[in-house]
């Protein structure tokens, strides 16, 4: 049964950097693109980054570029999301995904990315 599980996420000052990881685990996604979405409190789940296998593809939403960026290793089939100059506006659950967009099928349970100001 293929699994997606995030880890990274914590509490941070703002203008503050994390680094969050998504290993996957039961198959491969080799044909997949991987990324991360976010969700406020009170906000709709939104997209923040996506890679696909090569790595030469990767895309993000606009008030996130230059800040985040997308990284996969398929060795370790693990997919990252440094994050730096964070923002209070960037506080969500970040969920690591997989699938071929605009489907992203695969899921995780979620990290919790808490900024103070």
């Known amino acids: 049964q293929a699994q997606l599980v995030e880890s990274g996420g914590g509490l941070v000052q703002a203008g503050g950097s994390l680094r969050l990881s998504c290993a996957a685990s039961?198959?491969?996604?080799?044909?997949?693109?991987m990324g991360w979405f976010r969700q406020a409190p009170g906000k709709e789940r939104e997209f923040v980054a996506g890679?696909?296998?090569?790595?030469?593809?990767?895309y993000y939403q606009n008030s996130v570029k230059g800040r985040f960026t997308i990284s996969r290793d398929n060795a370790k089939n693990t997919v990252y999301l440094q994050m730096n100059s964070l923002k209070p506006e960037d506080t969500a659950v970040y969920y690591c995904?997989?699938?071929?967009?605009?489907?992203?099928?695969?899921w995780g349970q979620g990290t919790q990315v808490t900024v103070s100001s």
């Open positions: 995904v997989a699938g071929v967009p605009p489907d992203f099928n695969f």
């Open positions: 039961g198959r491969t996604f080799s044909r997949n693109h």
């Open positions: 890679i696909n296998w090569s790595g030469n593809t990767i």
